[in-house]
């Protein structure tokens, strides 16, 4: 699993999807408006998260560890694979 770099990349997320693209969030579907990165305290370490947001209201918290994320980003950048999409 990498998270490396999740946090001090500086795109935007456009989706993040799970259960093997089964279930997951996407900017402009269903009022999400961002997704954001994160890291808080959990079980002894430093957690990475993403916060989805409807608006300014927090919509649900997604613990990359836990659910094993695909992140597709709006710009792809020099080190992401094609289509800029890194798994996590």
Request: charged share 15%; proline share 5%; net charge negative.
């Amino acid at each position: 699993m990498m998270i490396d770099g999740l946090l001090d990349d500086s795109r935007s997320i456009s989706s993040v999807w799970w259960d093997e693209g089964m279930s997951g969030y996407e900017v402009g579907l269903g009022n999400v408006t961002k997704i954001v990165p994160y890291q808080d305290y959990g079980n002894g370490a430093m957690v990475p998260w993403l916060a989805v947001y409807q608006g300014e209201h927090l919509q649900v918290r997604i613990n990359v560890c836990v659910l094993g994320v695909e992140i597709a980003y709006t710009s792809p950048s020099k080190q992401a694979p094609s289509g800029g999409y890194t798994n996590v």
